[in-house]
């Protein structure tokens, strides 16, 4: 049986038959990745930031069973779209927009929470912050117990760099075309986001990549991972969702 692990191949009898077996209070806590499709440079896959979410929501999920409140868990198949404008120069990008993703995170939450007793929205891309922020302060404000959480790590780089590219390499290592991989503007981001806010990331580099991602590795993926790991397993069992709706 899929619950407590992969929601889409579960059949609703099957979780109906696990909701009915938890204890008075204790229901089902969904993890749901929120990624994207959007360029990541020449060397990472359009969905990096989705298989990144996903692969967070499935560790949390294996590694939170019977913790705290809600011991039943499932990870819903990703949200693969995102607000992603800002990479629209670059072809393969599909962005809906932040409105769009809004409307969609809404009535998500909305639905599953017929049924989910908490639902935890695991994000991979930050130019979906805006939109989740809205949405689940909004579903907050409407009695649904609804937080989310970011796959981030301190230290981090922009876009498709170290960061990703190590996260890829310990993740998904045949995704990534390694040898095309090329160094963009390191700069910190604060200087770039103007001239971002005008004409995205290819005014700032031609080849998509905020960042080094030539100096990635497995390892440092693998370290990467377990500290976003560590962080969101911290932040669910504290279960105490800032103003914005993140767990902290």
């Not at 929120?34 to 949390?60: F, K, N």
């Not at 579903?139 to 230290?155: I, K, M, N, Q, Y």
């Amino acid at each position: 049986m899929a619950v407590g692990g992969e929601l889409g191949g579960s059949t609703w009898s099957e979780l109906q038959n696990r909701l009915q077996g938890q204890l008075s209070g204790q229901g089902m806590m969904l993890l749901v990745p929120v990624g994207s499709t959007e360029q990541h440079g020449p060397h990472l896959p359009l969905d990096t930031d989705t298989r990144v979410a996903q692969a967070l929501a499935q560790e949390l999920a294996e590694r939170s069973a019977g913790v705290g409140p809600a011991q039943g868990w499932a990870v819903a198949p990703a949200i693969a779209y995102g607000a992603s404008g800002e990479h629209q120069s670059f072809a393969g990008t599909i962005s809906i927009g932040t409105d769009a993703l809004i409307q969609l995170l809404l009535e998500y939450g909305r639905s599953a929470c017929c049924w989910a007793q908490r639902l935890v929205f695991v994000n991979g891309h930050g130019g979906n912050v805006p939109a989740l922020i809205e949405a689940v302060s909004r579903l907050r404000f409407e009695g649904r117990d609804v937080a989310w959480f970011p796959c981030t790590a301190p230290g981090a780089d922009a876009h498709a760099g170290h960061t990703e590219t190590s996260l890829l390499l310990h993740l998904s290592p045949d995704s990534v075309r390694f040898d095309r991989a090329l160094p963009g503007n390191s700069a910190p981001l604060e200087q770039l986001l103007p001239a971002m806010r005008d004409g995205g990331v290819a005014a700032v580099s031609a080849v998509g990549v905020l960042g080094d991602p030539t100096t990635a590795t497995s390892g440092e993926g693998q370290r990467l991972f377990g500290e976003m790991t560590e962080a969101g397993l911290a932040a669910i069992r504290a279960w105490a969702p800032g103003p914005d709706g993140m767990l902290r």
